[in-house]
């Protein structure tokens, strides 16, 4: 019996890697937030790319995820349980990924119920000052999100479109919804330690997402990712649908360099922005540790 057995397992180790090769999305968007498809629909698009781990990280939310897992169930997808929150640094918002949470986690679930009601809030500050300048968009906004997911500004802009005042949602956002513009609120969301505890109390890792886009100096980067740590924080996104080969090999030293794990993910939101397709990330680099080494 002992005999088969490693017979077996040499004949695994032996067999040549592509065939066990994984392929890992750990960001990703559902229409429970901003993101065009459904949970199932996700899924189904994870299966056609052969993605063997797909965490599902709508903002502010965990409501797609009884759907998600139900889709993979029968499929070679691996659901992983995230989310996206939006936190407040030195004034600049940042957004961490907390993958493989607990759902069910009640600190968790505080923290996610405190970014909606925020949103909720700032939507409403945001259909007011749109009105002022003559723009009502509150029934396609509300079409949009039909009783299921949280308002962003993502559905803003596409009321916008819809509505002839901007011709795509990047210019919804230029003319509309950044900082000056007659649709931005500003907003204060929890701090990092918030929500990096909250994340890791439901057993989670937390992770920061897309470090290239807040602009930072490697130094003030740097601070982030100090900061981060304190916070519980223990991952960044290391390759994800828009960054190059030196972004990658600058953030893999910063890994390095504080210990950090690393994490995939294309931030797909929609079929109509090909630039960041599903699945579509470079693999992480061998010198790191992948943040799915933490899941347990
Ligand atoms: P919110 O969290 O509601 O403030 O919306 C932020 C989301 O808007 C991000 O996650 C992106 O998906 C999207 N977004 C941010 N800036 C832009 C932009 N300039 N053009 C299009 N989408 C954007
Ligand atoms: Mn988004
Ligand atoms: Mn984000
Ligand atoms: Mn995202």
Redesign the pocket.
């Known amino acids: 019996m002992l005999l088969v057995k490693c017979d077996i397992t040499k004949t695994i180790t032996e067999r040549p890697f592509g065939l066990f090769s994984m392929k890992y999305d750990l960001h990703c ?1 559902s229409y429970f937030s ?1 993101g065009d498809l459904s949970p199932s629909q996700l899924v189904e698009k994870a299966v056609e790319h052969s993605i063997t781990h797909l965490a599902l990280t709508d ?1 502010d939310t965990l409501d797609g995820l009884t759907e998600a897992r139900r889709a993979a169930q029968d499929t070679n997808v691996t659901l992983i349980n995230g989310l996206e929150l ?1 936190c407040t640094w030195e004034g600049l ?1 940042v ?1 961490i990924v907390g993958l493989n949470v607990d759902p069910s986690n009640k600190t968790l679930q505080k923290a996610v119920n405190d970014n909606k009601s925020r ?1 909720l809030v700032r939507a409403e500050a945001m259909f007011e000052d749109l009105e002022q300048n003559g723009i009502d968009v509150k029934e396609s906004v509300g079409k949009q999100i039909s009783n299921r997911g949280v ?4 559905h803003f ?1 596409q009321a916008l479109v819809e509505q002839g005042y901007a011709k795509d ?2 210019q919804a ?2 003319r509309f919804l ?1 900082k000056g513009k007659p649709g931005y609120i500003p907003m204060r969301w929890p701090d990092l330690e918030t929500v990096g505890n909250a994340i890791t109390a439901s057993g989670g890792v937390a992770v920061l997402a897309h470090p290239m886009r807040y602009k930072l100096t490697r130094t003030k980067l740097s601070w982030l990712l100090k900061d981060m740590l304190e916070a519980g924080v223990r991952g960044i996104e290391i390759c994800t649908a828009s960054t190059d080969k030196q972004q990658v090999a600058m953030l893999s030293d910063l890994a390095i360099k504080f210990k950090l794990l690393g994490s995939v993910g294309s931030d797909f ?1 929609s079929n109509h922005q090909p630039w960041a397709m599903l699945g579509r990330v470079e693999t992480l680099p061998s010198t790191l540790t992948p943040v799915w080494d933490a899941f347990h």
Do not use: I, Q
């Open positions: 968007h901003d903002h939006s918002l957004h949103r308002p962003t500004r993502p802009a949602k990047k956002f230029k950044v939101h």
